[in-house]
C-alpha cells in the first residue's frame, strides 16, 4: 500500500532546477524569442460586442511600405472539425472563429483582421488602416438577458444540446446546453426536512489574471514546413488545433513551448498560433504575435459569470436530506461554459439522498470563456458552502461538525454517479478541527468563515523518457510546460527509482518532435499522470541496467536486484559485488548501448481531491474595506513529491479565490464594452493585501499512482468564495450572495441591514 | 508614419522654447503615466521633453521659510527626506501612496500634479498645506495656488508654451500637522475612490485655530472645502466637530457614477475620511511642543 | 453480467428505466446493447464520459468487464473548452 512506501527523495525539497533563470530574470518566455527577419504582427479587432461583419477593406493597410501580409477570416478555413481533448474537447470551427471572425463579431475584442509587417509601430499603423463595416447588433451581455423572451440570437444554428428543459424552445435559443443530475425524490427530501434554506447567488466573470500575455512566432517554410515558439500549456494541443483548424497534417507543424508565466487554464486555447501560420505563410517570413494586456482580458478566455440558484433541506440534527439546484453559467461568444462540472461538483462533498440539479450553458456577447482552475467548481460550491453556513448558524452547529456528520467517504456514490474510492475529506476536516486557527481568539470587527471544495483531477495521455549518461546522470523528457514546478517533481520521481541525486537529473520539456503525444498541462494531471509515465520510464531504465549489470557479471538479469541506486546480486548470482549507477553507466557502450527508459499512459480520471480554507476577514464598518487577516489552507494531496511547490499551489489558488471573492470582475457598460482591461481596475490582490497563507497538507494516498499522488492544482481555488463569504457574514451578521464583495457593496448592505 | 523625438533641454528657457516651438511635444518627468499611455496608443506626441536634466527642477530645499520642491523630483526623494517628513507628514504618506516603490522611483511630485487627476493623491495635501505652484512660460514667472491649479479631470491653469517649475510650501506654524487618508479596494497599487487631507493649528489648550480640508476623486478636481475647515476651527476637534466636518465634506462632493466606486458610496466614505484625517492631524499637532 | 446505471437525470431518455444488467465484456459491447434498446440515449451520451467501478475513462470502448461490474455515465467535464 502507498501509505506505508518508504520515500528516500520524494517528499524533499530542493531547488528547482529551473529556479534561477526565473529569478534572475534570464528565463526564456513566449515574447522573447526572436528569428532574422521577424515580422509583427498585429490584430485589428472589433469595437462592438455584438454586430454583422458587411465588409473589410485591406487595400489601404496593404499597400503601406513595410507592411508583408493582411489577413482576415477568409484566410481561415471554416470547419466543422472537433479536436477530442482530455473529457471534453474542442469545437475547431468555433476556436477557428474565434481567430478571426468570419461572419459575425460576437464581443469586444473580436479579431477580424490581422496585418504582418516590418515593425510593430507600422503593424499597428496597418491594422488600424483597414477598414471594416458593420451592422451593430443589440448586445446579449448577461445570463438573463440570454434567456429573454425575444432575446437576440448570436448564432442562428445553435440548439439545446444534452437534455433540453421540456417545453422550452431548442433552437433558436442561446442555450448551448442543459444537463440533469438526480437522485431519489428530492420533494419528498424537502418535506422530510426540518429546516430548509434557499438563495440565488451569482459570481462575476473573471479572469485568471497571469502575469505573461500571450505570444508566438510562427515560420512558414515554403516547402509547407512549420515552426511555432509560443507560451502555452499544450504545445501538442496547439499543433493539432492550428492543424485542424487551418487543414494541415500534425507531421508539418513543430511546436516549441517557451517557458509559461502563467496559464490557471486560459493557455489552452490557441488564440494567436493559427493567425502568426496563415500571415508567416502569405508574407514568407516568420511572424510575431504579442498580445497586450487590454488584448489579454478583452479577448482571452476569463471564466464564467454565474447564476446558482439552490435550496438544501436539513433534519434537525444537521443530516442533510434534500438538495436542489439551478446553474445558468457564461459561456461567452461559443459554447462551451463549465457548467456542466459546476453541477457535479456542487454537492459532492455531501452524502445528500434526494437531489436535482439542472445546469444551463449560455451563450452571451462576451469572451469565449477557457479553463480556470476548477473550472465551474468555485461558483456552485460559492452557493453550497454558504448555505451550508447557514444551517448551521439555524441550527447551531459548530460548522465543521455538520460537515464531518454528512462528508462523503470511500464508497459513498458521487453525485455525478460512480462511488468514491478512498478521499480525504474527513481527515481534511478532522485537521481543520485540531488546527489552532480554528479555535484561535478574533480580534474586533473580524469574523471566520470556513468553507470546504472539491475536484475531479485528470488523467489523460502522457508520454516520458529517461536516459541514464555514462557518467552515471540522468535526463528526463516529458511533453508538458512546467507551470507548477513539475521538473523538479519528474525528476525526485526519477531519483526515487534510479537512485540517482536529484541535482545529478536534468528533467526537460521537450518539443513536439522530441517526444511523444502529451496532453497538456492542466486538470491537475501533470504530477498525477505524466508523473506516473515518468516512474515507468524510470523503472523501464531501471530494468535495463540491470540487465547490463547482469552482463556485467555474466549472471542473468533474474539474478539482479535494485536497491538505492545499486544493483545488487540475488540467490543466483553469488558473491559478486553490487554495482551502482555509475559503474553500470560507465559500461554502457560495452553492453550494448545508451539506456532509454520509456513510458506512455493514459490513466482513468481519478484520485479527487477536496480542501478546505478558514478564513479571518477584518471589515472596516465605516467604508466597507474588508482585509483578510488570517488564512489556512488544508487539502487532501494525497502524496506530495515537493512539498513547497504543493503548498505554492495551494496559496496560489486561495490567493485567486480571494480575488474573486473580494474585488475581482469584469465591469461592461450597457453597449458591452470592458471598462477595466487592465490590472488597475481589474483588482487582483497584490502581495501586500494577504497575510502568510497558511498550509496543512493531509496525504491521504491515490491508490491509482504508485507513489499515491493526487492533483493538487485546482481544489485550492474551490473554498474560498465562500471562506470569505462566511467569515464576512460572521463579521458583519450579513449574508452576501453576490460577488465581488467589495466595499461600495459591502457598505451599502450594511446601510440597508 | 510618424516618429516621436526625444529632446533632453538644460535649461527651462530651452524647454520653454521647445514646446511653445512644437505644440505637439509633452513635456514628461517621471513618464509613469505619459510612457504607459503612449504605450496604449492613447496619445502619439512628436516630441518628449525630459525634464530631470534641468537643475531647478530637481531637488528639495527646507529654510526658515519653508520648503521649495523642484517640480520633477521623484517621490522617492522626497519620502526619505527626513524634515519634509517631520514638518509634512501628511503630504508624504500621500507621496508615499502613489503606484508602488518602483514608480516612487520615476513619478514625481510635478508629474502628479500636472496630470490633472480628481483623483491625484499628492494635491489634496498640497491643497491644505497652502502650496504655491511656480509656472515659467514665454511670459515669464507666475504664482497660481495649489487649490486653483487643476481645473478639470485632465486640466490644468497651464497655457501653452509654460510649465510648473516647482512647488512653494510655507513652513507650517507651531502645533500645526497634517495627515491624508485615501480609500481604495487594495493595500497599494490602486487609484483613490476617495481622499481627504486636513491640516489643523492647535493652541495650547487644545483648541484649533487654523484649519484646512481638501477632499480628492470625489469632484472634477482636487476641491478645497472651506465649510469642513470652519466645523474644525474653534473647536477641540471633539467628535460633534469632526461630524460636522464629515458631513461637510460629503456636502462638497460632486462625484460621479463609475467602475471604481457609486456617488453614494463616495459621498458617504469621503466623510469618514475627512474625519479620520482630522483626528489623525489633531493628534500629531498636539503631540507637538 | 455487468450493471449500468442510468441515475443522472437520463430516465427520459430510458422510459423511466434506472439500470440494466447487461452481459458484455467490453464497455463498447455494453454501450451497443444499450443503445439498440435505447436510441434516444444517443444525443446524451455525447456529453457523457463512462465510469467504470468509480474510475472514470475518456475512452471506455476497450476496458473489459467482469461479473459484477458498475458502469455509470458521467457528464464529461467541458472545463470551460469544449
Partial sequence: ?753 | MQTTRYEAPATVADAVRLIQADPDARLFAGGTDLLVQYRMGVHRPSAFIDLKRIPELVGIAVDARGLRLGAATAAAVITEHREVSRLWPGLVEAVHLVGSTQIQGRGTIGGNLCNGSPAADTTAPLIVNRARCVIVGPEGERIVNAEDFVIAPGATVLQRGEMLVAVLIPRPAGRTADAYLRLIPRSEMDIAVAGAAVSVTLDAAGVCTAARVAIAAVAPRPLLVPDAAQALIGSTLDDESLRRAAAAASAAATPIDDKRGTVAYRRQVVGVLTRRAASMAGARAGAQK | MATIYFSSGLAPYTGGVESLAVDAARVGDLLRIVLERFPALREPLEIMAIAVDGEIHQHADYIPLTSGSEVHLVPRIAGGHR
Fill in chain 1, 1 to 753: 500500500m502507498s501509505g506505508e512506501q518508504r520515500f528516500k527523495y520524494v517528499g524533499t525539497r530542493p531547488i528547482r532546477h529551473d529556479g534561477l533563470d526565473k529569478v534572475t530574470g534570464r528565463a526564456n518566455y513566449g515574447a522573447d524569442f526572436t528569428l532574422p527577419g521577424l515580422l509583427h504582427g498585429h490584430i485589428v479587432r472589433s469595437p462592438h460586442a455584438h454586430a454583422r461583419i458587411l465588409a473589410i477593406d485591406t487595400s489601404a493597410a496593404a499597400g503601406m511600405p513595410g507592411v508583408m501580409a493582411v489577413i482576415t477570416g477568409d484566410d481561415i478555413p471554416k470547419t466543422t472539425a472537433r479536436l477530442m481533448m482530455g473529457e471534453g474537447g474542442f469545437d475547431l470551427g468555433d476556436m477557428g472563429d474565434n481567430l478571426l471572425a468570419h461572419d459575425k463579431v460576437l464581443y469586444q475584442g473580436h479579431a477580424v483582421a490581422a496585418v504582418a509587417a516590418t515593425s510593430p509601430e507600422l503593424a499597428r499603423a496597418a491594422a488600424e488602416a483597414v477598414a471594416v463595416h458593420y451592422e451593430v447588433l443589440t448586445p446579449v451581455m448577461t445570463i438573463d438577458q440570454a434567456l429573454a423572451a425575444g432575446a437576440p440570437i448570436l448564432h442562428d444554428g445553435l440548439t439545446t444540446k444534452g437534455q433540453p428543459a421540456a417545453g422550452v424552445p431548442t433552437s433558436p435559443t442561446n442555450v448551448a446546453m442543459r444537463m440533469e443530475l438526480k437522485r431519489g425524490d428530492v420533494d419528498k427530501g424537502f418535506a422530510e426536512s426540518d429546516i430548509v434554506v434557499e438563495r440565488t447567488f451569482t459570481t462575476p466573470m473573471v479572469h485568471q489574471g497571469y502575469i505573461e500575455p500571450h505570444a508566438c512566432v510562427a515560420r512558414h517554410g515554403e516547402d509547407g514546413q512549420i515552426v511555432v515558439w509560443t507560451s502555452t500549456q499544450g504545445h501538442f494541443n496547439v499543433r493539432d488545433c492550428s492543424a485542424g483548424i487551418l487543414g494541415i497534417d500534425a507531421a508539418k507543424i513543430k511546436v516549441i513551448p517557451s517557458e509559461i508565466g502563467g496559464g490557471f487554464g486560459g493557455k489552452i486555447p490557441v488564440y494567436l498560433e493559427p493567425v502568426a501560420i496563415a500571415l508567416s505563410r502569405k508574407a514568407h517570413r516568420p511572424v510575431k504575435l504579442v498580445m497586450s494586456r487590454e488584448d489579454v482580458f478583452r479577448a482571452s478566455g476569463p471564466t464564467s459569470g454565474t447564476k446558482v440558484r439552490m435550496k438544501l433541506g436539513a433534519k434537525q440534527d444537521g443530516t442533510l436530506v434534500a438538495a436542489s439546484a439551478s446553474l445558468y453559467y457564461e459561456a461567452g461568444a461559443y459554447k462551451g461554459s463549465p457548467a456542466g462540472a459546476g453541477a457535479m461538483c456542487a454537492i459532492a462533498a455531501y452524502r445528500i439522498p434526494n437531489f436535482f440539479i439542472e445546469a444551463y450553458d449560455i451563450v452571451v456577447n462576451r469572451p469565449k470563456v477557457a479553463a480556470y482552475r476548477a473550472p465551474g467548481s468555485p461558483s456552485s460550491t460559492f452557493a453550497t458552502e454558504s448555505l451550508i453556513d447557514e444551517i448551521a448558524r439555524r441550527l447551531n452547529m459548530d460548522a465543521l461538525d455538520l460537515r464531518l456528520k454528512n462528508a462523503a467517504t470511500e464508497g459513498d456514490q458521487a453525485p455525478y454517479g460512480p462511488k468514491f474510492g478512498p478521499i480525504g475529506l474527513r481527515e481534511v476536516l478532522a485537521a481543520a478541527k485540531a488546527h489552532p486557527h480554528w479555535t484561535a481568539p478574533l480580534g474586533a470587527n473580524q469574523g471566520r468563515g470556513v468553507a470546504v471544495g472539491f475536484w475531479f483531477n485528470a488523467g489523460m495521455n502522457s508520454s516520458a523518457t529517461v536516459s541514464v549518461n555514462t557518467d552515471g546522470s540522468a535526463t528526463v523528457v516529458a511533453g508538458n510546460p512546467d507551470i507548477g514546478g513539475t521538473r523538479v517533481a519528474q525528476a525526485l520521481m526519477v531519483s526515487e527509482e534510479l537512485g540517482v541525486p536529484v541535482e545529478r537529473v536534468r528533467p526537460s520539456v521537450a518539443d513536439t518532435d522530441s517526444i511523444g503525444f502529451s496532453d497538456l498541462t492542466g486538470g491537475s494531471r501533470v504530477c498525477y499522470a505524466t508523473g506516473m509515465a515518468v516512474i515507468e520510464a524510470a523503472r523501464d531504465a531501471r530494468e535495463q541496467l540491470k540487465a547490463r549489470a547482469a552482463k556485467m557479471w555474466g549472471t542473468d538479469a533474474a539474478h539482479v536486484g535494485w536497491d538505492d541506486g545499486t544493483a545488487i546480486p540475488l540467490n543466483g548470482a553469488g558473491d559478486r559485488t553490487p554495482l551502482t549507477v555509475n559503474e553500470i553507466a560507465a559500461k554502457l557502450a560495452h553492453t550494448g548501448g545508451p539506456v532509454i527508459g520509456r513510458a506512455t499512459v493514459n490513466p482513468p480520471m481519478a484520485g479527487p481531491g477536496f480542501g478546505l480554507n478558514i478564513c479571518d476577514l477584518e471589515v472596516d464598518k465605516e467604508t466597507g474595506v474588508s482585509r483578510v487577516v488570517r488564512y489556512t489552507c488544508i487539502q487532501d494531496v494525497g502524496k506530495a513529491i515537493h512539498p513547497s511547490y504543493v503548498e505554492g499551489q495551494m496559496q496560489g489558488g486561495a490567493s485567486q479565490g480571494i480575488g474573486w471573492a473580494l474585488n475581482e470582475e469584469y465591469i461592461y457598460d450597457r453597449e458591452g464594452h470592458l471598462e477595466n482591461p487592465g490590472f488597475l481596475d481589474y483588482r487582483m490582490p497584490v502581495a501586500s493585501d494577504l497575510p502568510m497563507i497558511d498550509t496543512v497538507l493531509v496525504e491521504v494516498p491515490n491508490p491509482l499512482h504508485p507513489y499515491g499522488v493526487r492533483g493538487v492544482g485546482e481544489v485550492p481555488i474551490v473554498p474560498p468564495l465562500a471562506a470569505v463569504a462566511n467569515a464576512m457574514r460572521d463579521a458583519t451578521g450579513v449574508r452576501f450572495t453576490d460577488l465581488p464583495l467589495s466595499p461600495p457593496r459591502v457598505l451599502e448592505a450594511l446601510a440597508t441591514d
